[in-house]
C-alpha cells in the first residue's frame, strides 16, 4: 500500500492567516492526489482533485500543488469556517490511502 | 445533486457479521462513470478504504480486509451493500459510503453519506 504522511497534525492560526500543509507519499503517486476537508460529526468533503484542480463551489483561497511525492495545500486567507480537520488521499493505486489528517483550529 | 444514505444496526456482537446499505438517489447508480465505495474511520486508524464494487458488481477490496468483506450492488433498488464477517472492538468505527468518480482520467470521491456509526460490543 502507497504510505501517505501529512504534516503537522495540528495547526493553530488565526482568521486571516495563511496555513499551509504538507502530504508525502512514500512513492510516487503523480498528480493523483486529493484533498478533502472534514468537520466534527460531518462527512469528508472535497476540496481538490489532481493535485491542484478545485472541485466545484470550493472558494479560490484553497489552493493545491504537487506532484509526485509530495503535496501542498495553502489556505491563503483562514476564513471562521475553515477551522476542520484536512486530509490527503492517493488515487494512483488501489487500496486508496489517506493521510492521517491535520487539524486546523484556533 | 447524487445524495447516499448508510443504514443499518448500529451495534454488532463479536464474531457476528456487520451489515449495512447505502442508497442512493439523484444519479443512476448503474452509470459507468462511478465505483460504489465504503470508507471507515476510527479514532486509532483515521480514514481507512475498505473496498469499491461497480454497477456491473465486479469489486475491489482492501487486502487488510479482503477475507471478511462482502460488496454487493442493486441497480434495481439503487443501492449497494457492504457485509464485514467476524467482526471485533476493532472494527468499531464510523462506516461511510462514497462515490468514486472517473473524470477525464481522475479519481476522487466526490460524494458521502453523512456516516453510519458502528460500534461491536457484546
Known amino acids: 500500500d502507497i504510505q501517505m504522511t501529512q504534516s503537522p497534525s495540528s495547526l493553530s492560526a488565526y482568521v486571516g492567516d495563511r496555513v499551509t500543509i504538507t502530504c508525502r507519499a512514500n512513492?510516487?503517486?503523480?498528480?493523483?492526489l486529493n484533498w478533502y476537508q472534514q468537520k466534527p460529526a460531518r462527512a469528508p468533503k472535497l476540496l481538490v482533485y489532481?493535485?491542484?484542480t478545485l472541485q466545484s463551489g470550493v472558494p479560490s483561497r484553497f489552493i493545491g500543488s504537487g506532484h509526485g511525492r509530495e503535496f501542498t495545500l495553502t489556505i491563503t486567507a483562514l476564513q471562521p469556517e475553515d477551522f476542520a480537520t484536512y486530509s490527503c488521499?492517493?488515487?494512483?493505486?488501489?487500496?486508496?490511502?489517506f493521510g492521517q489528517g491535520t487539524k486546523v483550529e484556533i | 445533486q447524487v445524495q447516499l444514505q448508510e443504514s443499518g444496526p448500529g451495534l454488532v456482537k463479536p464474531s457476528q457479521t456487520l451489515s449495512l446499505i447505502c442508497s442512493v438517489s439523484?444519479?443512476?447508480?448503474?452509470?459507468?462513470?462511478?465505483?460504489w465505495t465504503w470508507i471507515r474511520q476510527s479514532a486509532g486508524r483515521g480514514l481507512e478504504w475498505i473496498g469499491r464494487?461497480?454497477?456491473?458488481?465486479?469489486?475491489y477490496y482492501n487486502p487488510s480486509l479482503k477475507s471478511r468483506v462482502t460488496m454487493s450492488i442493486d441497480t434495481s433498488k439503487s443501492q449497494f451493500s457492504l457485509r464485514l464477517s467476524s467482526v471485533t472492538a476493532a472494527d468499531t468505527a464510523v462506516y461511510y459510503c462514497?462515490?468514486?468518480?472517473?473524470?477525464?482520467?481522475?479519481?476522487?470521491?466526490?460524494?458521502w453519506g453523512q456516516g453510519a456509526l458502528v460500534t461491536v460490543s457484546s
Open positions: 462514497a462515490r468514486d468518480v472517473y473524470n477525464s482520467g481522475w479519481i476522487y470521491l466526490d460524494s
Open positions: 439523484g444519479d443512476s447508480i448503474g452509470s459507468d462513470k462511478y465505483y
Open positions: 489532481a493535485a491542484s
Open positions: 464494487v461497480y454497477a456491473s458488481g465486479s469489486t
Open positions: 512513492q510516487s503517486v503523480a498528480r493523483f
Open positions: 488521499q492517493q488515487g494512483h493505486a488501489v487500496p486508496w490511502t
